[in-house]
């Protein structure tokens, strides 16, 4: 029997290595399938979309914000993965009547380093921990040196329309953005505010709008309507897991960065 602290500091009693886990997080179902813990997954949700195969062979309990409560007891598990910001925190009493439940909470590649290896302590896989962490570092130093002589450039990252939100400050994708050299015209403001786009120009007028692939589904009718608000902006459409997945899916994101930067160059 061990006591850890999850990543917001709650304490969590194990009696042993989990052998039964849960994952209410998609970016955080691909890491443990990454960690060599695939026979150990048993529950997922309607959003875990990597790897693919996982919602043909696991449980499907709910989504990220509302879940079935039966299901998951059902399952027996020993072992409940959150995150801070994908889950309800309303959640927890029940899944703590359940089984011992970690809340991950993840902005800054630091903290995201750090969850990888927490959990490959927890779950008896520091070496397969270690080695995805050492890659990931090595992808991101390589990408530091590439980036070194682009040129900063302004950016709005949209992730809803009507109403229409944004990344600001204190978030994950910001950080992400910080290490493109994208400056947040919406910096100012915290987390995912609410914004109007006829004021875009007042608020810095930038030079990339992003449209995130996920959570909404932008169209090109999207894209019109922002840039009828700007005065020179370009437009694109981003793929949300690689600015916002922390986990394994950064192995993938730092190349997708430098094709992004390729394309944008083509553009100015």
């Not at 048993?42 to 919602?55: A, E, Q, S």
């Not at 990888?116 to 927890?122: C, D, E, K």
């Not at 994708?173 to 015209?185: G, H, T």
């Amino acid at each position: 029997m061990k006591t850890i602290k999850d990543q917001i500091g709650r304490e969590i009693t194990l009696k042993t290595t989990p052998k039964r886990i849960i994952s209410l997080v998609p970016s955080q179902t691909e890491l443990l399938y990454d960690l060599a813990l695939e026979n150990e997954l048993i529950g997922i949700t309607k959003f875990c979309v990597h790897p693919y195969h996982l919602k043909a062979t696991k449980k499907i309990i709910g989504g990220t914000k509302k879940v079935d409560f039966d299901k998951i007891k059902a399952l027996n598990p020993d072992f409940i993965l959150c995150n801070k910001e994908e889950n309800s925190y309303e959640m927890l009493p029940e899944l703590e009547k359940i089984a011992p439940t970690y809340f991950s909470d993840v902005n800054t590649f630091q903290q995201a380093i750090d969850l990888i290896l927490h959990l490959g302590s927890i779950l008896n896989r520091r070496t397969e921990a270690d080695n995805l962490v050492h890659k990931i570092e090595f992808k991101m130093n390589d990408f530091k040196q590439f980036i070194k002589s682009k040129p900063i450039r302004k950016v709005a990252y949209f992730i809803w329309a009507k109403p229409w939100m944004v990344v600001g400050n204190d978030t994950f994708i910001n950080k992400m953005m910080q290490l493109n050299k994208f400056e947040n015209i919406y910096e100012n403001m915290s987390r995912y505010p609410k914004v109007e786009i006829n004021r875009i120009r007042h608020e810095g007028d930038p030079d990339v709008v992003i449209l995130s692939s996920e959570p909404f589904p932008f169209k090109d009718e999207h894209a019109m309507e922002i840039a009828s608000f700007t005065n020179r902006s370009i437009t694109v459409f981003g793929d949300g897991e690689m600015f916002s997945w922390y986990g394994s899916r950064m192995l993938l994101a730092f190349d997708y960065f430098k094709e992004l930067h390729k394309k944008l160059e083509s553009h100015f």
